[in-house]
């Protein structure tokens, strides 16, 4: 195939980079598609093979962003072009580098990558969310699911029954993990124990499953580890069990406050008060845990607006911050596997529109400005474990 663009390519880190016309593509250190970038879209590649479109509004923002999944037919022809393209820069590198990723490039037909989402299912229930910073990290499912699972706004494990794995379960997991990451594990920035609040297993077996990623990993990926925490089982540690986590390697807990409005809280059935989830947030700073709190900006709509606002911001005083931690604003999106709508309707509750979402993010970060912590949106819809 011919194309009338003008390719470039460098290597860096191990990534091959091509400049093809507007667009830029990236590949990993195995040849396959990572993603590719333009003015006001871009196109991600998860590692389940799923491709993902995003097209970005021209006047910024992140609400009126589109994402659209891409058909097998629109992936398959994606894929040729960018391949095609990353075959025909091949001559701007030098010869030896030239000749070592040729037959990388060659081996990713559409077929071939399209292989790699089989491969993902026998490793991986689907990782439905993760915090934004994580999206690169090597997740390690130590559970499936949420031991909790009831929260109003959230369906991300209602397909799946709360189950922490013995230790041979973890063993073939990090076995079928390693043979599907392959080279690739180098590039993971580190390791992320799924699933929905992991932090929930007992201290003496999350530190024997911690050992054992350890042991199977090795030196092959960072050693620090990174979880979700609920804000109402923590009392089933103790600060003994906070130190010996700590001291074993996870030192950063994201957790969702999600709001400081008890009357809201206890709409969206969030166990504990905001009182209760601000103590145990502070039980794990007093451990010298780094934190990120999601919250969750513009549930409960127009009507819970001013209180949400005012009560959390009142909550978040109450956290003893230090630098480092993060306060994610994460903007509502409707559930679909939930009651939220119907529950939204019995209370009257209206929704916020795309704009007024805009505005409402804009309202929260100025009030938030002060806060010793850095505060950074959280989009949901933006989540692909790539
Ligand atoms: S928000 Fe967290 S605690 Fe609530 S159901 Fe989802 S994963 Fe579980």
């Known amino acids: ?9 460098n290597v860096r880190a191990h990534r091959m980079v091509i400049q093809a016309g507007d667009w830029r593509y990236h590949f990993d250190r195995t040849g396959r598609f990572l993603f590719g970038v333009r003015a006001h879209e871009t196109v991600r590649r998860g590692l ?16 009126g962003r589109t994402y659209r999944t891409l058909d097998p037919v629109e ?7 960018a391949y095609a393209l990353a075959r025909a820069s091949l001559g701007s590198l030098p010869a030896e580098q030239a000749a070592e990723w040729k037959p990388l490039l060659e081996r990713w037909t559409p077929e071939a990558l399209a292989a790699d989402a089989h491969a993902f299912r026998q490793v991986y229930l689907p990782i439905n969310i993760l915090p934004p910073d ?19 706004f959230c369906d991300f494990y209602r397909d799946r029954r709360f189950h922490i794995k013995s230790k041979d379960e973890l063993q073939i997991h990090l076995d079928r993990l390693q043979r599907f990451m392959g080279p690739r594990i ?24 911690m050992e054992l990623v350890r042991e199977q990993l090795g030196s092959s990926v960072s050693e620090d580890f990174y979880t979700f925490m609920d804000t109402f089982t ?12 700590y001291e074993q390697g996870l030192r950063t807990v994201y957790t969702g406050l999600e709001t400081g409005s008890n009357r809201l809280r206890a709409f969206l059935r969030k166990p504990g008060t905001a009182e209760e989830a601000v103590a ?26 001013r209180e949400h606002l005012a009560a959390t911001r009142q909550a978040l005083n109450g956290i003893h911050f230090t630098p480092g931690d993060l306060v994610y604003l994460s903007p509502f999106v409707d559930p679909h596997d939930t009651d939220y709508d119907e529950q939204a309707r019995a ?6 529109l795309d704009e007024q979402m805009e505005e409402e993010l804009a309202r929260w970060r100025r009030a938030l400005a002060s806060l010793p912590a850095k505060v950074t949106l959280y989009s949901i819809r933006e989540h692909l474990y790539a």
């Open 186 to 209: 180098a590039d993971r920035s580190g390791v992320f124990l799924g699933d929905g609040n992991a932090f929930v297993v007992p201290t003496d077996k999350l530190l024997s499953m």
């Open 134 to 152: 994580q999206y690169h990290a090597l997740v390690v499912q130590i559970t499936h699911g949420c031991s909790y699972n009831r929260c109003l």
């Open 280 to 305: 145990a947030i502070n039980r794990l700073k007093e451990a010298g845990y780094r934190i990120g709190v999601i919250l969750m900006v513009g549930v409960g709509g127009p009507k819970f607006a």
């Open 347 to 352: 209370h009257a509750l209206s929704a916020f």
């Open 234 to 245: 923590l009392e089933h540690k103790t600060p003994e069990d906070l130190r010996r986590i």
């Open 75 to 81: 992936k398959a022809a994606f894929y040729r072009r």
């Open 1 to 9: 195939m011919k194309h009338s663009v003008t390719t470039t390519a």
């Open 48 to 63: 389940d093979d799923r491709v993902i479109q995003v097209r970005l509004p021209a006047e910024g923002g992140i609400i």
